[in-house]
């Protein structure tokens, strides 16, 4: 069964980074493109961050550009988030999800099957 | 952006009664291809989203048949036909016909 298992949360001060990695299993990681979304606390749903199967796309949220890059490592089925510069209103449960959909050309329509469980991200001083 | 409106924002239902969620987008979510990009998520207490409804009326793989997706003009309806205990959460409907992919504020349903 798809599994996916998100780490490297923590707390960060202001300005700071942080390495999220998602570790997944169940399915043909490489044939798959992958999303992060996050969930500030108490709040709904935020898109962030889109990384196509082959990585040759990669789509952020205006709220993380510059700051958040995505990558993935097909040989370790790893999808990851470098976050640089957090700021307080990062902080929330970072969530990795698997997505279905299709692309036409670089125009892509996702929706995501599978979420880990989330991963908390706390920016404060 | 597209802002994706529902209503209500909760919800008390009797178990075994119906319970109706209402998604209203601010721009259409149809596809030339005829595909609408609509979704219907819910959030379980404690727990990661997971799908419920693709593509307006599609139900994901082991979602009951109690859930079903429609249109109506341009409002789009989750419909529970008999709620359970296991359906509290909070339901999220969701766009991806244009970057960046929104969802609406979350739809909390509790039971009586």
């Known amino acids: 069964q798809v599994q996916l298992v998100e780490s490297g949360g923590g707390v960060v001060q202001p300005g700071g980074s942080l390495r999220l990695s998602c570790s997944a299993s169940?399915?043909?990681?490489?044939?798959?493109?992958m999303h992060w979304v996050r969930q500030a606390p108490g709040k709904g749903l935020e898109w962030v961050a889109f990384?196509?199967?082959?990585?040759?796309?990669?789509y952020y949220a205006d709220s993380v550009k510059g700051r958040f890059s995505i990558s993935r490592d097909d040989s370790t089925n790893t999808l990851s988030l470098q976050m640089n510069s957090l700021r307080a209103e990062d902080t929330a449960i970072y969530y990795c999800?698997?997505?279905?959909?299709?692309?036409?050309?670089?125009?892509?329509?996702?929706?995501?099957?599978?979420w880990g469980q989330g991963t908390l991200v706390t920016v404060s001083s | 952006d597209i802002v994706m409106t529902q209503t209500p924002l909760s919800l008390s239902v009797t178990p075994g009664q119906a319970a109706s969620i209402s998604c209203k987008p601010s721009?259409?979510?149809?596809?030339?291809?005829?595909?609408?990009?609509l979704y219907w998520y819910l959030q379980k207490p404690g727990r990661s989203p997971q799908l419920l409804i693709y593509?307006?009326?599609n139900r994901f793989s082991g979602v009951p048949d109690r859930f079903s997706g429609g249109e109506s003009g341009t409002d789009f309806t989750l419909k529970i036909s008999r709620v359970e205990a296991e359906d509290v959460g909070v339901y999220y409907c969701?766009?991806?016909?244009?970057?960046?992919?929104?969802f609406g504020q979350g739809t909390k349903v509790e039971i009586k």
């Open positions: 990384i196509r199967f082959d990585g040759s796309n990669k």
């Open positions: 593509e307006v009326s």
């Open positions: 999800a698997k997505t279905l959909g299709y692309c036409s050309g670089n125009t892509c329509y996702p929706y995501f099957d599978y």
């Open positions: 721009q259409s979510l149809l596809h030339s291809d005829g595909k609408t990009h």
């Open positions: 169940g399915f043909t990681f490489s044939g798959y493109g």
């Open positions: 969701m766009q991806s016909i244009q970057l960046p992919w929104t």
